[in-house]
């Protein structure tokens, strides 16, 4: 839990949440309605959208050990994870670096007729998300804490080196 105190370090989880999206689609064999209690296959797409142009003096967020947890909503019930018997599933690769994506399928079942209009016509409300994804990751703190010390060499004009 972030001490809400301390403004810097929410401010910086903050920034870390933003870089760690996620996105459920059908898969394009779909078509455009799915009927109640029809099986689909939902397309998760993990997104670790960092953007990052190798600037030395900026942290490097990587993401390792991606999982994604997906819950049911009013026109989707998920599969379980049959490994393990839960609503996590853990997305294939070791590291999500900046602007990588990762995408796993995941068999539903419709608990209710749905068309591309209704999800699509409310995507910034949850209860009308087909599929809702909720992505977790750890940080890469060697990724995130290599420190380039920055060129401190003497530019200016007159005599550099000490006097005796």
């Known amino acids: 839990m972030v001490d809400q105190n301390n403004t810097a370090a929410a401010l910086l989880y903050k920034d870390l949440q933003l870089s ?5 689609s059908v898969k394009a064999d779909e078509g455009t309605k799915i009927n109640e209690n029809e099986r689909f296959t939902a397309e998760v797409t993990v997104f670790n959208s960092y953007f990052h142009q ?10 390792k050990d991606v999982w994604v947890k997906l819950s049911n909503t009013d026109f989707a019930e998920v599969d379980l994870n049959p ?19 990762v995408r796993l399928n995941v068999k539903c ?10 999800l699509w016509g409310n995507l910034t409300h949850e209860d009308k998300m087909l599929v809702v994804a909720s992505p977790w990751a750890r940080l890469d703190a ?23």
């Open 20 to 24: 760690l999206r996620s996105f459920v």
């Open 54 to 63: 190798d600037i030395l003096h900026l942290p490097r967020i990587v993401f």
């Open 83 to 101: 490994e393990r018997g839960d609503e996590w599933y853990k997305l294939p690769g070791d590291k999500l670096f900046p602007q990588q994506k």
């Open 109 to 118: 079942t419709a608990i209710q007729q749905t068309t591309k209009k209704d």
């Open 142 to 164: 060697e990724e995130f804490f290599q420190v380039y010390g920055l060129n401190t060499s003497y530019s200016g004009s007159g005599d550099i080196f000490p006097k005796h």
